[in-house]
């Protein structure tokens, strides 16, 4: 069996509408609350736990997503109106990267967490 990251929690301000914003803008599927956590499945084998804090640090949380799946999620951006940029010293320059031969964004969620949708991995040197 290979082993996956089964689900990370995500701390918030305030984790419901952290939640349906991962929902909205993403697609996931908003589950609801599990113990006191409201939990978001991105895919078959990856939850997101929301939790609500008072003090966090920003966290970065980068999906790698189909190029349809950008089109409709980047839609969604400009539909919202949510600054967008093309690394993550400017996720507000309100460009697309073509790293690696794809497309790319980074844009913050209502926490500042740093967001980042890629289509294409990043190319790793041989070990």
Known sequence: ????????????????ESAKFYSRV????????????????????????FDNETQFESHHYAFKV??????????????EKIPYGSGPGSANDMAI??????????????NQHLLEMLTADYVMPPQ
């Not at 069996?1 to 419901?16: A, E, G, R, W």
């Open 66 to 79: 189909s190029e349809r799946e950008f089109d409709d999620i980047f839609a969604r951006l400009l539909a």
């Open 1 to 16: 069996m290979s082993i996956t990251l089964n689900h990370t929690i995500v701390p918030s301000f305030d984790k419901v």
């Open 97 to 110: 990267n073509h790293n690696h031969g794809g497309r790319g964004v980074y844009f913050r969620d209502p």
């Open 26 to 49: 993403f697609g996931f599927e908003y589950v609801g609350v599990f113990s006191h956590f409201i939990v978001v499945r991105v895919n078959d084998t990856l939850c997101l736990d």
